[in-house]
Nanobody
Framework: QVQLVESGGGSVQAGGSLRLSCAAP????????MGWFRQAPGKAREGIAV???????AYAESMKDRFTISVDNAKNTLYLQMNSLKPEDTATYYC???????????????????????WGHGTQVTVSS
């Protein structure tokens, strides 16, 4: 069974940075799509960024200048580097994974997050002003 485990969340002041990690030790597919999502209290879950096994990425327009997604295939770990954090970035952050690449780069644009097969339990990020 595939498990995704997020880490790296915490409390930070506005303007600070955090790097989230998502370990996926049992996830080994030749083609894949992995992504980061977040959900703030009382709000719908929103997509942040995705990356596929070809190394191609796609971002939510509002976050592409501050957030960077990357993956270390040797470590089976997904990352999200978050810079210039704002109080409105406060949320629970989730990673997700799915097979294949053809659908990946459209996930955030069309809101197709249900296409992911596996989800982590989330890590909390709190940004204070």
């Amino acid at each position: 069974q595939v498990q995704l485990v997020e880490s790296g969340g915490g409390s930070v002041q506005a303007g600070g940075s955090l790097r989230l990690s998502c370990a996926a030790p049992g996830y080994r597919y030749d083609t894949y799509c992995m992504g980061w999502f977040r959900q703030a209290p009382g709000k719908a879950r929103e997509g942040i960024a995705v990356i596929d096994s070809d190394g191609d990425t796609a971002y939510a327009e509002s976050m592409k200048d501050r957030f960077t997604i990357s993956v270390d295939n040797a470590k089976n770990t997904l990352y999200l580097q978050m810079n210039s954090l704002k109080p409105e970035d406060t949320a629970t952050y989730y990673c997700a994974a799915g097979q294949g690449v053809g659908w990946c780069l459209d996930v955030i644009r069309v809101g197709a997050e249900a296409d992911f097969d596996y989800w982590g339990h989330g890590t909390q990020v709190t940004v204070s002003s």
